[in-house]
């Protein structure tokens, strides 16, 4: 027999629940009981979790499942008893307004659970920003796997960096005194963002060969480390700082419209805006009915550099917000966004300029576009793209549900747009071959004319 707090069961199952798959029933849980308190692990493929409550208890252990957690909860320390009546099935007894109530369930044979991995003897403390550097990582990583390990977060312990990609954009958190030297992949969670871990005690970190281990306060994470995945060169993503580059500079009342408005204009599906980046600065974006654009005036935030006009998907100007980034640097329409602090790095590739929403002003564009094709006698510019990484279409928002299959029509759409912006870019090319060609044309023809003309008589 067992006596469980109700907040432990409450708090044990709020985690369990982030750490398991989306619609994936977590499994069982193994309590132990002795004289240095109560502990509650479970072991999932990619982490096992444990919460240890000091305290002192006979020796007891006993399997159940995860669901019986439900049962046991409660915001209140008053305890519910766990015990195993007969082999294989247990009950749970706990008092409600004066009366007592059991519930019966099924009991595992403990050791058919599996075992929490052996931590290392020696963890090092590490500062309260690494569950949240993860979290951040794991809404930035796929949600599903593909070729490349997009769906893991990459701890470098050489560089001291928490790096994040899904293919189409980048974060990289720096500063980070891992107790290792190589790069380690783990498993994307939703748990680091749990409101249980945010007010717990001091974090620390180890490792051995298979695991990560994340001490936070009670809590022990073992993240299980992929030796065979492979993580993108995301190194060639990043757009060199460049002098042509302008600055949009958000300011903290523009921030906080964006940050209501955006959600509402990006819900769950991609949606481009376009930013007009000159004097004024608006943002625009396709209303639900197609016909109209709603805009966004943002008169608290300023742009150094010269109008431009560039499309992007909503959700990642959303997700930059959200980062706390309060300043974006654009090059060109063509060319990565990004986002740099002291030890944090965002970028993300725009769309295409086809993808624009609609505008509602009449008259010639306030910006500035980028020809395919130079004019006779203007050198080409630099183009830094990010390097065409795999990806499955993710999104940063909250939740972990799976990734929306691609819709067939918007597809052909999209490659409808492409071979449209193709076709011009083909006919700017042959213009201007039309051009040269007639130019020389009509050197040859004034070369010929001198040519036959009589000599000079002195």
């Known amino acids: 027999m067992i006596a469980l707090p109700?907040?432990?069961?409450?708090?044990?199952?709020?985690?369990?629940?982030?750490?398991?798959?989306?619609?994936?029933?977590?499994?069982?849980?193994?309590?132990?009981?002795?004289?240095?308190?109560?502990?509650?692990?479970?072991?999932?493929?990619?982490?096992?979790?444990?919460?240890?409550?000091?305290?002192?208890?006979?020796?007891?252990?006993?399997?159940?499942?995860?669901?019986?957690?439900?049962?046991?909860?409660?915001?209140?320390?008053?305890?519910?008893?766990?015990?195993?009546?007969?082999?294989?099935?247990?009950?749970?007894?706990?008092?409600?307004?004066?009366?007592?109530?059991?519930k019966e369930f099924v009991t595992p044979e403990p050791d058919s659970v599996p075992p929490f991995p052996e931590p290392p003897a020696r963890f090092r403390p590490m500062g309260p920003d690494v569950p949240q550097a993860?979290?951040?990582?794991?809404?930035?990583?796929?949600?599903?796997?593909?070729?490349?390990?997009?769906?893991?977060?990459?701890?470098?312990?050489?560089?001291?960096?928490?790096?994040?990609?899904?293919?189409?954009?980048?974060?990289?958190?720096?500063?980070?005194?891992?107790?290792?030297?190589?790069?380690?992949?783990?498993?994307?969670?939703?748990?680091?963002?749990?409101?249980?871990?945010?007010?717990?005690?001091?974090?620390?970190?180890?490792?051995?060969?298979?695991?990560?281990?994340?001490?936070?306060?009670?809590?022990?994470?073992?993240?299980?480390?992929?030796v065979n995945g492979r993580f993108p060169p995301f190194e060639?993503?990043?757009?060199?700082?460049?002098?042509?580059?302008?600055?949009?500079?958000?300011?903290?009342?523009?921030?906080?419209?964006?940050?209501?408005?955006?959600?509402?204009?990006?819900?769950?599906?991609?949606?481009?805006?376009?930013?007009?980046?000159?004097?004024?600065?608006?943002?625009?974006?396709?209303?639900?009915?197609?016909?109209?654009?709603?805009?966004?005036k943002l008169a608290d935030s300023r742009w150094s550099g010269s109008p431009i006009s560039v499309v992007t998907d909503r959700r990642y100007l959303l997700w930059a917000l959200k980062l706390r980034f309060n300043e974006v640097a654009v090059v060109r329409p063509d060319v990565p966004l990004a986002c740099r602090q002291p030890n944090r790095t965002y970028i993300w590739m725009p769309l295409a300029p086809a993808a624009s929403p609609t505008s509602t002003q009449k008259g010639p564009p306030q910006s500035d576009s980028v020809s395919a094709v130079p004019s006779p006698g203007e050198k080409p510019k630099e183009n830094v793209p990010m390097p065409n990484l795999p990806s499955n279409s993710p999104h940063p928002g909250n939740g972990d549900g799976p990734a929306t299959p691609p819709d067939p029509l918007a597809e052909a759409e999209a490659i409808r747009n492409l071979l449209t912006e193709a076709q011009t870019r083909i006919g700017r090319l042959i213009g201007a071959l039309k051009f040269h060609k007639k130019q020389t044309r009509a050197v040859r023809a004034v070369v010929d004319s001198l040519r036959q003309l009589p000599p000079l008589v002195p």
């Open 134 to 226: 993860l979290a951040e990582a794991s809404e930035t990583a796929a949600r599903e796997q593909v070729r490349y390990a997009l769906a893991r977060v990459l701890l470098r312990g050489k560089t001291g960096q928490v790096v994040a990609t899904d293919g189409k954009h980048l974060l990289i958190l720096s500063g980070f005194n891992f107790p290792w030297q190589g790069d380690i992949l783990v498993s994307r969670l939703a748990v680091w963002n749990c409101p249980e871990l945010s007010r717990e005690g001091p974090v620390a970190v180890a490792h051995t060969d298979k695991h990560v281990f994340v001490r936070v306060g009670p809590w022990t994470f073992a993240l299980t480390a992929d």
């Open 6 to 102: 109700r907040s432990l069961a409450r708090r044990f199952r709020a985690v369990l629940r982030r750490c398991a798959p989306p619609r994936t029933p977590p499994p069982p849980v193994l309590l132990q009981a002795s004289e240095k308190g109560l502990s509650l692990q479970s072991v999932l493929p990619d982490v096992a979790v444990r919460l240890d409550h000091t305290g002192q208890h006979n020796q007891a252990t006993l399997a159940f499942p995860a669901e019986v957690l439900a049962v046991c909860e409660g915001r209140s320390d008053d305890p519910v008893t766990l015990e195993e009546e007969t082999p294989g099935k247990g009950r749970v007894s706990w008092s409600e307004a004066g009366a007592i109530c059991t």
């Open 236 to 296: 060639s993503a990043l757009p060199r700082a460049s002098p042509l580059a302008g600055s949009l500079q958000f300011g903290p009342n523009d921030v906080t419209q964006l940050l209501k408005e955006l959600p509402r204009l990006a819900g769950d599906k991609e949606g481009p805006i376009t930013l007009e980046l000159n004097e004024h600065i608006i943002v625009r974006a396709q209303s639900a009915r197609k016909e109209t654009a709603a805009e966004l």
